[in-house]
């Protein structure tokens, strides 16, 4: 799919700004902190990164010694950490070694490690469907899928968002692909189209080889990546609304490889739409989390993130209130069918993740929110699976 819109929504001036996908330059209107304005124009790759650096640090040099003593810590180093892992800088993650290899630098574009959650939405889906046997050509054609949800549209769907935050990701992590000038926008433009034509084009090969009358899974990618671009993209911008951008992310974090892999190999019914749709609820308070960190950045910005709206004590018990009545809503449904003995090991899965809640995530957001995560999203993402267990059609 473009099956998954994840983000780094990180900013120090509240802006004002019109982009294009290609061709066009760039306009953008930053409102430092103490508030002088300044207006570029076609600034691209290590000269646009330096030029909004320059801006930040002479705008804090500017303020008073108690304003700058406050504001340090919020300027970023212009390269990584020493410590930088090349596995961070293939997966994608924050922590990664500089490098000058392209290949390596698109598939960080692409963001490994962000297509775990696609892969696993798929063998979801079909384990609900009923009709997964372990044959080769079944193994090949969830292998097939996987290949679509994941390193296919989902790198289609990181590639664009770090390019719509080109900017952003200039003043805060200016040392990342495009803001640093290692890949320069033809290139990125170019992988763009690749990954998703590739993707759609996968798409409707495995609508051809289920035997589809109708092309379901090439429409489930493009309504994805649709999504995709409108998560990203202005006028748009989803991920402006903390409300709707985070659904959006949940949905395509759940719903799409879920449905995109039940339909392969069955019949997508309205009851598994449904349901899914409400999982996709505790897919928003899991993508609350990750806005925690860029607080600061989304409300420069004037990005509505929950935090933002909210304030952090307020938006982490949205959270975990999501995640939490979620489960416990699709437990109660379990129950109601019959499905005592999977409602009850759903519950099970629901319990350690709301003590890790209490341990972790509740005392401090924004320290603890990498560890909770990594502590709890596997009772989650088993539960998951359990739920399409308990509905195999």
Not at 51 to 61: Q, S, T, W
Not at 303 to 323: E, N
Request: hydrophobic residues 45%; proline residues 5%.
């Amino acid at each position: 799919m473009a099956m998954a819109t994840l983000t780094a929504r990180l900013s120090l001036g509240s802006a004002h700004h019109i982009q294009s996908l290609h061709g066009f330059p760039l306009t953008k209107t930053l409102a430092s902190r103490s508030g002088k304005v300044a207006v570029f124009s076609g600034c691209r790759g290590r000269r646009h990164g330096a030029f909004i650096r320059a801006l930040a640090e002479g705008n804090r040099e500017s303020s008073p010694p108690s304003v700058q003593a406050k504001e340090k810590s919020s300027v970023p180093e212009t390269a990584p950490a020493a410590d930088g892992t090349a596995l961070n800088q293939l997966l994608g993650m924050k922590g990664a070694a500089l490098e000058t290899d392209k290949w390596k630098i698109r598939l960080q574009l692409m963001k490994p490690v962000t297509w775990a959650p696609l892969i696993w939405g798929v063998l979801c889906g079909a384990a609900a469907s009923g009709n997964f046997h372990w044959t080769p050509e079944d193994v090949a054609k969830s292998l097939t899928c996987m290949f679509m949800a994941g390193p296919l549209l989902t790198g289609y769907t990181q590639t664009i968002n770090d390019w719509y935050d080109r900017e952003i990701d200039a003043i805060n992590e200016p040392y990342r692909p495009i803001p640093s000038g290692a890949v320069s926008e033809t290139e990125v433009i170019a992988q763009i189209w690749v990954l998703l034509l590739g993707g759609l084009a996968v798409a409707y090969g495995l609508d051809v080889w289920a035997g589809h009358s109708f092309p379901i899974n090439l429409s489930l990618s493009l309504g994805g990546s649709l999504l995709s671009y409108i998560y990203s993209a202005p006028p748009l911008k989803l991920k402006q609304s903390g409300w709707i951008g985070n659904y959006a992310l949940g949905s395509s974090y759940i719903s799409l490889p879920w449905w995109a892999g039940q339909s392969l190999f069955g019949t997508l019914s309205w009851d598994i739409v449904v349901l899914t749709l409400l999982y996709s609820t505790a897919g928003l308070g899991i993508a609350i989390v990750n806005d925690f960190k860029s607080i600061e950045g989304d409300r420069a910005m004037g990005l509505q993130s929950l935090p933002v709206a909210f304030g952090i004590d307020t938006a982490k018990w949205i959270c975990v209130g999501s995640i939490d009545v979620t489960q416990l809503s699709v437990a109660a449904y379990l129950f109601a069918t019959g499905k005592t003995y999977y409602a009850l090991g759903l519950l099970a899965l629901i319990v350690p993740q709301i003590i890790l809640q209490f341990q972790y995530f509740l005392q401090d957001p924004l320290k603890y929110d990498v560890k909770y995560q990594a502590s709890a999203q596997p009772f989650f993402v088993f539960g998951l699976l359990l739920t399409a267990f308990a509905t195999n059609h």
